[in-house]
């Protein structure tokens, strides 16, 4: 497609419960990123993927986060057993590797109650 | 480790006002510099970049300097709009592959 697209746009989940949030790359970029933004800060680094290589897992918060990226396009973030201090927006982000920026998506705005 | 400051906000100017956005950063080696900004409601968009010291980059009348000797990219605009509010955010990367790491972000708003 013509931008990075992500859903759900809005996930309400109950403590405990497990979510899984999508994002759509821009067809060939190879580098594809996952950040967390909490309200009222700037994005946070989770993951990178190359390809289906997943390089950088640095930033994943605890082994409750998960990332694939199976065949080198469509990633999943997967978060189990959600807490409230997971609630924030999920941003993806891909690039075709050059030094020009990356392009993001709208994000997936998770609220855990 | 690499890291951006920005000045803190919020920011409020009056229309056609000059705008300063400080950043500074710490990094090894050279990275690139980008400012994105993030309009209510939307996601983070590109707004200008430079690879290397002294690249200005711009857009949108917006304008940044790399300088090395001070490793800033401050953002400037000689005369800001109602629809320039939105949070801005100062951010590096340090190779093609790596991640970009963001600064706090600073809100403008912008009164009529």
């Known amino acids: 497609g013509a931008g990075v697209s992500q859903s759900p746009r809005y996930k309400v989940a109950k403590r405990g419960q497990d979510v899984a949030l999508r994002c759509d790359p821009i067809s060939g970029h190879v580098s594809l990123f996952w950040y967390q933004q909490a309200l009222g800060q700037g994005p946070e680094f989770l993951t990178y993927f190359q390809n289906e290589a997943q390089l950088d897992k640095s930033g994943l918060p605890s082994d409750r986060f998960f990332a694939e990226r199976p065949e080198g396009s469509v990633s999943t973030l997967k978060i189990q057993r959600t807490q409230q201090e997971d609630s924030a927006v999920y941003l993806c982000?891909?690039?075709?590797?050059?030094?020009?920026?990356?392009?993001f998506g709208s994000g997936t705005r998770l609220t855990v109650v | 480790g690499n890291s951006v400051t920005q000045m803190e906000g919020p920011v409020t100017l009056s229309e056609e006002a000059f705008l300063t956005i400080n950043c500074t950063y710490t990094?090894?080696?050279?990275?690139?510099l980008f400012w994105y900004v993030q309009y209510p409601g939307e996601g983070l968009q590109l707004l200008l970049k430079a690879t290397k010291a002294d690249d200005k980059g711009s857009n949108k009348g917006f304008e940044a300097t790399y300088r090395k000797e001070t490793t800033s990219f401050h953002l400037e605009k000689g005369s800001v709009q109602v629809s320039d509010s939105a949070v801005y955010f100062c951010a590096l990367m340090k190779t093609s592959y790596d991640k970009v790491i963001f600064g706090p972000g600073t809100s403008l708003s912008v009164i009529p």
């Open positions: 990094a090894t080696g050279y990275p690139s």
């Open positions: 982000a891909s690039s075709l590797g050059v030094d020009s920026g990356y392009t």
